[in-house]
């Protein structure tokens, strides 16, 4: 394989991921997922959209600073003041990038813009001319383009590129395309755009029609050679190409994808469970690649075949993601040097004092579930705090039943102080929500409410995702329990502790911060 069939994975995870309803990240929680994707290996991050938010803009340009390796990205309308703003937040980063857009497609012009095509043309060059001014790296991206008439597309890549764009990307911003035509387009682009070997081609596929991966590939099989694509497949609407499956595809079937990336097989599953757990938008279980079926054999057939040799129904290994790395489960009679152990088996690194807190709750959940698994450490490291939180939850009662009105009692720490308040509510979860705004006085709104089960059996943990949003702040709160009220209870305290620091403007206790071996 030689250099041509080098394909550069972009990830968009922090922009157009964060497209997806519900899956506002704050700069902390961008930054540790960007640092995440440069172990994973993705050769470009876009980390936002800076004019859309003042946070927006602080959370890129923090990434920007911090995190090497890959190229840094943000996106720009081609108007100045977007592209003076893009190139703020990205111009400390070791490789900047501007990615500036506009629409190519008549219905978007005419209806979304009112405005002629020649006026759009000339708008894309001058802002690929002025973007040019500040870095020689500038994509341009043509929005709708899979909508657009060809021969105008065909004249704003060639303007763009004479202007000085060296990424030509084409998305398929509605999931409209199928595969064959979307190949096609590629190739009639390599084809009949006389200086298009002077960029570099990309695509960028929306999921509405269930392709958006199979048109990925198509496109790189006919000469694209930068793909877009989310983390988890998340994003606007229906969500991006998911990164995971373009990747496997082209490991699992070089017959049919003899080409190469840059990414390192072993960090997809942590970086998978890490967007996850941050965006608070769960993996469905039968995700191609990632879902936690996709390793599981439940008819018969397919187990005594798997006993004999794996190859008769799997053919992604887990390991080969970094999905199996020396599993081993514990016990209460585990030793600290077992579950520290395990802990650096899946890359995770404490010191002293944190691996003294954490054994600790790591006692806890044992004396309650027989068997713990890496997944259940994975959810304690998300549960413990490292930092002092604000308030602490000493003790909490709650009741329900058919017959009952759902009350709670919660008593909380707040430094030498014990508060107790008591509330009624529509459920006990509710009812103890209620009863923590009166002792804390903050007035927060629930946006979202997630439950899941982190392993299998009745005496699972049970971990609770929820975002909450407080004046103009949105913040994600986790908790982890055998019991999913107590789960709740926690995930509501961490996010009213997160809100305390952030008005505090106090360090994070974020536990995904240097945690991992860099
Ligand atoms: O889907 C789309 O068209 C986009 C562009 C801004 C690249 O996200
Ligand atoms: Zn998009």
Redesign the pocket.
């Known amino acids: 394989m030689d250099n041509d069939n080098r394909v550069y994975i972009f990830d968009?995870t922090l922009?157009?991921g964060e497209q997806t309803p519900g899956a506002k990240l704050n700069a902390r929680e961008k930054l540790e997922i960007a640092r995440q994707l440069a172990r994973l290996g993705v050769d470009v991050i876009e980390a936002g959209f800076p004019i859309s938010s003042p946070g927006d803009f602080r959370a890129v340009q923090q990434i920007a600073r911090l995190v090497e390796g890959p190229v840094i990205t943000a996106?720009a309308r081609t108007v100045k003041e977007d592209i003076d703003c893009a190139w703020e937040s990205i111009k400390d980063a070791e490789k900047p990038r501007l990615?500036i857009?506009l629409a190519s497609s008549d219905l978007h012009m005419d209806k979304k813009l009112r405005k002629d095509p020649e006026v759009c043309l000339q708008e894309a060059v001058e802002a690929v001319r002025y973007a040019k001014s500040f870095t020689a790296d500038v994509e341009y991206?043509l929005?709708?383009?899979t909508r657009s008439r060809e021969d105008y597309i065909f004249k704003v890549i060639e303007a763009v590129i004479d202007a000085g764009a060296t990424v030509i990307?084409i998305?398929?911003?509605?999931g409209f395309a199928v595969p064959d035509e979307f190949g096609l387009l590629i190739k009639k682009i390599r084809t009949k755009v006389p200086n298009i070997h002077h960029a570099v081609l990309s695509v960028?596929c929306?999921n509405d029609l269930g392709l958006a991966v199979y048109n990925s590939l198509a496109a790189v099989q006919n000469g694209a050679r930068q793909v877009?694509c989310n983390i988890n497949g998340i994003g606007?609407r229906a969500g991006?190409a998911a990164l995971e499956e373009i990747v496997l595809a082209m490991v699992i079937r070089p017959d049919q994808f003899p080409f190469k990336t840059g990414i390192n097989l072993k960090e997809i599953y942590r970086t998978s469970r890490m967007v996850s757990k941050l965006t608070g938008i769960p993996i469905p279980v039968n995700k191609a690649v990632i879902g936690i079926n996709a390793f599981a054999h439940s008819s018969g057939i397919h187990q005594d075949g798997v006993l004999k040799d794996k190859r008769t129904y799997e053919i992604i290994n887990a390991d080969l993601i970094g999905g199996q790395a020396g599993q081993m489960i514990l016990t209460a009679r585990s030793g600290r040097h077992a579950v520290r152990h395990q802990l650096e088996e899946m890359h995770y690194e404490l010191d002293q004092e944190e691996f003294a807190t954490f054994y600790q709750s790591f006692l806890e959940l044992a004396d309650k579930k027989k068997e713990v698994y890496p997944e259940d450490l994975e959810a304690l490291l998300i549960d413990i705090s490292f930092a002092e939180p604000t308030y602490e939850l000493v003790y909490l009662q709650t009741v329900s039943g058919t017959k009952t009105v759902p009350a709670a009692v919660v008593r909380l720490k707040k430094g030498e102080e014990m508060l107790e308040e008591v509330s009624s509510g529509a459920g006990p979860i509710d009812a103890a929500y209620k009863a923590i705004d009166k002792v804390t006085g903050i007035d927060t709104r629930l946006e979202n409410y997630n439950l899941r089960a982190v392993t299998h059996g009745l005496d699972a943990l049970g971990e609770v995702s929820i975002k909450v949003t407080h004046e103009d702040k949105i913040i994600i709160g986790r908790g982890v329990s055998t019991d999913i009220i107590e789960a709740s209870v926690k995930a509501y305290l961490d996010s009213i502790n997160k809100l305390i620091n952030l008005q505090a403007n106090r360090n994070s206790n974020n536990i995904f911060r240097n945690r991992y071996r860099l």
Do not use: I, K
Request: charged share 35%.
């Open positions: 968009s922009r157009d996106l990615h857009f991206s929005e709708d383009a990307n998305p398929d911003t509605v960028h929306h877009e606007e991006n």
